[in-house]
């Protein structure tokens, strides 16, 4: 758990792969024996960039979307608690919005290839996730994490817990695949992860421990439910 570094569980994506969209059966056994060792892998190159802000574009639309029907309730965004179907406010300046069908359908009269990338089973990771959670598994929602300037750290904390409790450690039942929609650096609150803390006996973490991979456009991770991380303060200017 006490690794700095993210060389240690980042496998870059060939152009290639790039190429034909799908990930190599060679770099589906590295990733998966990262993701199983150390509860997350990073994709680098996962996406061509232009389908990655294609992608973003949609995302902002949709965001400034609901900050205008917020706003016709009488509702401030960025100081006032709320949760909506499409929107929740998680924490300070920190939210959630729910890409909906409707989004994706919306989406896909003007960038149809984007939005399949980001909605439908064609993602260039789903080899991986075949092999991590096999080829039954399927996609809770799709969503948007958006932190915007002067949003604060979130405590430590796991997407959900161990199946069956402390009595047996299960291999991956939930995973979380996060792309960035813009390069991502340290000042713009990157996610922070403790790697091997999805394992049993492994939940308390070192507060210094944690590594925080700088993501560019186009990257994937893909995460253990279990796994303990925290979304880290933006202290950038968008």
Same mark, same amino acid.
């Given at each position: ?13 060939s152009p290639e792969e790039q190429q034909v969209g ?20 990073? @994709?680098?190159?996962?996406?061509? %960039?232009?389908?990655? &802000? =294609?992608?973003?574009? !949609?995302?902002? $639309? ?70 991590? @959670?096999?080829?039954?598994?399927? %996609?809770?929602?799709? &969503? =948007?994490?958006?932190? !915007?300037?002067? $949003? ?35 000042i713009h609150g990157p996610t922070e992860y403790w ?12 507060l210094d421990a944690g590594v925080v991979p700088e ?24």
């Amino acid at each position: 758990v006490h690794q700095k570094s993210s060389a240690g569980f980042t496998v870059r994506v060939s152009p290639e792969e790039q190429q034909v969209g799908g990930l190599s059966s060679a770099t589906v056994e590295t990733a998966s024996q990262i993701f199983e060792e150390q509860g997350l892998c990073v @994709l680098e190159g996962a996406l061509p %960039r232009e389908k990655a &802000g =294609a992608c973003g574009d !949609i995302v902002a $639309s949709s965001f400034e979307d609901c900050r205008s029907r917020l706003a016709r309730r009488g509702i401030n965004m960025e100081t006032d608690p709320f949760a909506f179907r499409e929107l929740v406010h998680r924490s300070f300046k920190r939210f959630d919005l729910q890409l909906r069908q409707q989004h994706c359908d919306r989406g896909k009269q003007h960038r149809q290839p984007a939005v399949e990338v980001m909605c439908e089973e064609s993602a260039p990771w789903m080899p991986l996730l075949f092999a991590l @959670l096999g080829t039954d598994c399927h %996609r809770l929602f799709t &969503g =948007a994490v958006i932190s !915007i300037p002067g $949003s604060e750290a979130q405590p430590p904390h796991m997407d959900g817990f161990h199946l069956f409790g402390s009595a047996v450690q299960c291999p991956a039942h939930c995973l979380t695949v996060f792309v960035p929609l813009m390069n991502v650096s340290a000042i713009h609150g990157p996610t922070e992860y403790w790697p091997g803390s999805h394992r049993l006996g492994c939940e308390q973490v070192h507060l210094d421990a944690g590594v925080v991979p700088e993501l560019e456009l186009g990257s994937a991770v893909i995460f253990d439910y279990r796994l303990i991380h925290r979304g880290l303060p933006n202290k950038s200017q968008v």
